[in-house]
């Protein structure tokens, strides 16, 4: 097991665990609120995705960082889960195995880190239903590539709209989820860096391609 990922690691000065603290205890309720219940809903499927956070477009702040993070949250336990069940699931071996059981850990270790820096603003961890991907090599292999080359595309695209005490532990986070997009990428025999660029997506396009999946129940 990897050494356990932890706000002191990257936060010693506690800069992060403040994003959501502006007047001390009393903002957590107040963030989850607006996050949560102020969120868009989502349709897809036949399922409702609700709770995801409105991103605002205006400069940098603590509320935005706060919406930032929940919804990095979001696709943490979407990728953790989706390991979990591979690992469990017992269809995979080999490296690919090895990779899964890695990643796994690795997503669970992103998903404590960022519900350490949310506090009691942490969004809940939605069901899902992966629809048999994780139960078939050959399905499990193309749909690791797709949710590990949209992580990175998501921390990308909302990178920039963090401030600047926030961003490094972002930051610390995109850059194992583009190793692990070159690394399932390596397996199944395509080049680990198609491109010179990482290209960044916005909310909506992170969201439409996570609403197509239908993996959130």
């Known amino acids: 097991m990897p050494e356990p990922l932890t706000l002191e690691m990257n936060d010693p000065e506690g800069s992060l665990r403040e994003t ?16 949560v219940i102020g969120g868009g809903s989502i349709a897809a499927g036949g399922l409702l995705i609700g709770g995801l956070p409105e991103l605002a477009l205006g ?13 990095a949250l979001l696709l943490e336990y979407l990728e953790s889960e989706f ?18 059981t890695t990643v796994r850990d690795h997503e669970l270790a992103h998903v404590d880190y960022l519900k350490q ?4 603003a942490a969004i809940a961890r939605p069901a899902f239903d992966f629809k048999g991907t ?6 499990f292999t193309a749909t690791a590539i797709v949710l590990e080359d949209t992580g990175v595309a998501a921390y990308n695209g909302q990178g920039p709209r963090l401030r600047r005490k926030t961003l490094p532990a972002a930051a610390s986070v995109v850059s194992v989820e583009a ?7 390596h397996i199944a025999g395509k080049r680990p860096a198609p ?18 999946t239908g993996f959130i129940a």
């Open 20 to 35: 959501l603290d502006e007047d001390g205890r009393s903002t957590r309720a107040q963030v989850l609120r607006r996050a």
């Open 134 to 139: 994780t139960t078939d090599a050959t399905k």
């Open 59 to 71: 400069r940098p702040s603590k509320r935005q960082d706060g919406k930032i993070l929940n919804f």
């Open 179 to 185: 190793r692990h997009a070159a690394w399932i990428r």
């Open 83 to 100: 390991y979990v069940q591979a690992v469990a699931g017992g269809a995979l071996s080999g490296e690919l195995l090895t990779f899964a």
């Open 117 to 120: 820096a949310l506090g009691g």
């Open 195 to 212: 491109a010179p660029l990482d290209p960044a997506k916005s909310r909506k396009q992170v969201t439409d391609a996570v609403a197509a």
